[in-house]
Nanobody, 119 residues
Framework: QVQLVESGGGTVQAGGSLRLSCAASKTTRSTYAMAWFRQAPGKEREFVAVITWSGGRPSYAYSVKGRFTVSRDTGKNTGHLQMNSLKPEDTAVYYC????????????WGQGTQVTVSS
């Protein structure tokens, strides 16, 4: 079983920055990607960004492209989401998740970390 723990959330003014981290208890050769999702109050969970674990290839939701940067440190089993130029609409609980090779869904999820952006 893999456990994921997010950290780095908080409250920031619009235009500010935060860096989220996601520590995985372990990864294996089957680990395919680490993704970030978010869920705002009253809204469905939405995809934010993903990075392939071995190749480090990133992909972003249109709403965060150019402002957020996803990265990973395979040696430390840790992923990061650098969030710049934050907007009030970025306010949400942010979750990281892992997907294994061949899986259609993300099988491992963190507990989430709150990000609040004030105007």
């Amino acid at each position: 079983q893999v456990q994921l723990v997010e950290s780095g959330g908080g409250t920031v003014q619009a235009g500010g920055s935060l860096r989220l981290s996601c520590a995985a208890s372990k990864t294996t050769r089957s680990t395919y990607a680490m993704a970030w999702f978010r869920q705002a109050p009253g809204k469905e969970r939405e995809f934010v960004a993903v990075i392939t674990w071995s190749g480090g290839r990133p992909s972003y939701a249109y709403s965060v492209k150019g402002r957020f940067t996803v990265s990973r440190d395979t040696g430390k089993n840790t992923g990061h989401l650098q969030m710049n130029s934050l907007k009030p609409e970025d306010t949400a609980v942010y979750y990281c998740a892992l997907k294994n090779v061949g899986d259609s869904t993300y099988g491992y999820w963190g507990q989430g970390t709150q990000v609040t952006v004030s105007s």
